[in-house]
């Protein structure tokens, strides 16, 4: 088991401090509205005609598609199995897919590239839909399980712990079973990242063959503490 801890600094507190004040704002990649059809009257003949289903003219570039993709049954059913095992409390809970043919939300939301995406199957997020809870759980599962220690990697130095902005994941960890590499990242006051993680092998039947973690240091008594 490889682990890894990291601190706040006084610069980072203070950053950490000045974000607070734009609350309201999210760093994730924001969809382009799709202009409105201009309606045209049509002629009494055509009105009269039997109606069929309008021609598909594509997305217009830049624009988010229209509907999102079911996510894998195979993963949302193991993600249902975690939750199982060991229930965590969000408010609106939501198991998605993951694009992986998106760039910007495949960053933000799994901290890989297009071509580290392309050695993925198929993934799945699970996280609250009110965007202000720290607590994210990503499971993917791959074309070959050899590449999972590279995008086990990727996602522990790329997934960013305060992506909500206001709240912020203080423990992060990435573990690698059969074809599927799981991560789980949340704030220790609202779920136990560990305890989750640690449960799974025997509930599951599975064995971890890779495992890493991340943790904030606590905060050491005479630390600078800004009250609010």
Known sequence: MKRRT?????????????LLAGCGRTDA?????TPAPTMTPLPDDILNQPATPPE????????AP???AEPDAELAAQVDSIYEVYPVEIMMPQTRAIDLAEESWLKYNAGLTLDEGAL?????????????????LVLLRL?????????????????????????????QRVVAFDDKVLYVMANRELADVNALVDALPE?????????????????AAGDLVQEF
């Open 56 to 63: 598909d003219e594509g997305t217009p570039e830049g624009s």
């Open 29 to 33: 990649p924001q969809a382009t509205p």
């Open 143 to 171: 074309k070959d399980a050899a590449d999972a220690p590279a995008i086990a990697e990727a996602m522990l130095e790329n997934i960013d712990p305060a992506k909500w902005v206001c709240v912020g994941a203080d423990v």
């Open 6 to 18: 990291f601190g706040m600094t006084a610069g980072a507190l203070a950053l950490t401090l000045a």
């Open 203 to 219: 509930a599951l039947g599975i064995s971890y063959t890779l495992d890493e973690r991340v943790e904030a240091e606590e905060p």
């Open 120 to 136: 993925v199957d198929a993934g799945v997020l699970s996280e609250s839909l009110t965007g202000s809870q720290a607590y994210s």
């Open 66 to 68: 229209q509907t999102e």
